[in-house]
């Protein structure tokens, strides 16, 4: 995980995805947690519910990704 917003207000600046192909990359959706993820070729906002984590931005895996890596 590259990026790890703890506010709402971080997750709406960062642009999920910027590639060469795709420049401006792809804004923060609220309903999707706000890990950023790997298809295998790019990287994009994870697809999971968020209900977890610094103001509930993650979803319940990825939470616990964020709690391992700063302990």
Do not use: I, S
Not at 6 to 27: F, V
Not at 33 to 57: F, I, M, N
Not at 60 to 66: A, D, G, I, P, Y
């Amino acid at each position: 995980m590259f990026h790890e917003p703890k506010t709402k207000e971080e997750a709406a600046a960062y642009r999920y995805g910027r590639c060469g192909g795709n420049l401006l990359g792809n804004g923060y959706e609220h309903g999707k947690c706000a890990a950023e993820v790997t298809d295998g070729w790019t990287y994009r906002q994870c697809a999971k519910k968020p209900e977890h984590g610094p103001d509930a931005l993650y979803c319940k895996m990825h939470e616990k990704r964020l709690k391992a890596a700063n302990v």
